[in-house]
């Protein structure tokens, strides 16, 4: 997979601090709506609470949002969660991707696709 002047694979990011990559409205790069990003952050906020992570880093490409979660700043991230318009249509333009490159679930409703790592929402009988 290549990427243009100015990008870089997601999964090669060492993290560090909160990666915002600013590039010109021109580009035309795929982001994250305020809804999506709430509910991503909310998660995000448990999962920090509960010690499981740690950092995080937002890049936004021509082709996709990716939103990646790390346990510590130095490592490669465990999981992310890219939106990818091209396959709205077909598979759903939402996936979780863990740290080996499995795709964990996909789909079309965010809130949907987020459950694979919302353990506060599991059910215990």
Known sequence: ???GSGEIDPSQSSGG???HRVLPASL???TFSRRELNRILGLYGRMVAAGEWRDYAIDFLKDRAVFSVFRRASEVPL???EKDPQLARKQGAYSVISA???IMR???ELDRVLRVLDKSLSVVN
């Open 1 to 3: 997979m290549s990427f």
């Open 17 to 19: 601090a909160v990666a």
């Open 28 to 30: 035309n790069q795929v």
């Open 79 to 81: 999981y992310r969660i």
């Open 100 to 102: 080996t490159g499995h």
């Open 106 to 108: 996909r789909g079309h």
